[in-house]
């Protein structure tokens, strides 16, 4: 499997923008700027890599933990994740130095150390969470 996207940026690094595209269509040329990486410039006005990065650990997580509940025997109504990307001035650059995973799970007939133990296992291994150089903490809370 192999799944691409596409960036076209014009003009500097300040004062230029782009847009990105995804092979699937479901992002087709979404602007982006230095304004909304980093001057939190209304969403409406575009996205940024670590919004999508942040879409992408949440939904990769998510299925990871769904899947490895399943295969534990229960079955999941709901996994609500928030993943927040922390990116910092490093050096002449910046990084993301970290993740944190916000879940919620309604998760019938499960013990919340099982919760807890499923939850991490997901985090440590769905694969964006592997990809990923970065310290990623999480929170799990089993709701009814």
């Not at 928030?82 to 001035?89: D, M, S």
């Not at 309604?106 to 694969?127: D, T």
Request: aromatic content about 6%; hydrophobic content about 35%; overall charge negative.
């Amino acid at each position: 499997m192999r799944r691409t996207a596409t960036s076209v940026w014009n003009g500097t690094g300040t004062k230029g923008s782009g847009h990105l595209s995804t092979q699937s269509g479901v992002f087709d040329q979404q602007p982006y700027s230095f304004k909304t990486r980093f001057e939190n410039e209304d969403g409406k006005k575009g996205t940024n890599p670590e919004e999508l990065i942040a879409a992408a650990h949440a939904g990769c997580f998510n299925m990871a933990l769904g899947v490895q509940l399943e295969q534990a025997g229960f079955e999941p109504e709901e996994l609500n994740t928030q993943a927040a990307v922390q990116l910092e001035k490093q050096g002449e650059g910046f990084a993301i130095t970290k993740i944190h995973l916000t879940l919620k799970g309604k998760v019938p007939k499960i013990s919340s150390e099982q919760f807890q133990e499923l939850a991490n296992g997901a985090k440590a291994n769905c694969p964006i969470s592997q990809v990923l150089n970065a310290d990623i903490s999480m929170e799990a809370e089993l709701i009814s």
